[in-house]
């Protein structure tokens, strides 16, 4: 069985709204190819909710869904609405993008999915997923394109 971790006290008082600025990145995402990583980078800085229920065996555990080739997601949300449209008895637990990539990679999830009901599904795909995981954050250059910025450890 997967113990959950303590919460992060960072994210005290947080009331579970969805930030319109995600949404709207996620809403475009079905555009132009680097919509797709705005959507992404735009996770990065975001509070997100896992969702939490009992499994087969009634231990409580995050949640993954199987695509029809197979393949398994590892679900978050961005807002409690999005969490309570898709299943209104999910623990919902404030993480961020890093620990839920590290989430997917822990339980050999393919790729991680956001907001599964709506308004907005994105599916970040094994390729970022390890990247994120290691605690790299993906962010829009000034120049144009993409980086990985990476947390560095003081010296």
Known sequence: MRQLGSPNH????????????VRAALAAAGGEPD????AVAALGG????LPIAPDAD?????????????????LVFTGQDALLAWNPSARPVPCTLDDVAATAVETGSAAIVVDLAGPA??????????????????VALDGGGFGWLSRTSPA
């Open 121 to 138: 599904v994105l599916v970040i795909e094994a390729t970022l997923v390890g990247e994120l995981a290691a605690g790299r954050r993906l």
């Open 10 to 21: 960072g994210f005290a008082g947080d009331r579970g709204e969805a930030d319109p600025d």
């Open 46 to 49: 975001a509070r997100l909710l």
């Open 58 to 74: 009634g231990d409580l555990s995050a949640v993954r869904t199987t695509s029809a080739d197979g393949r398994t997601g590892l």
């Open 35 to 38: 919509d797709y990583l705005r």
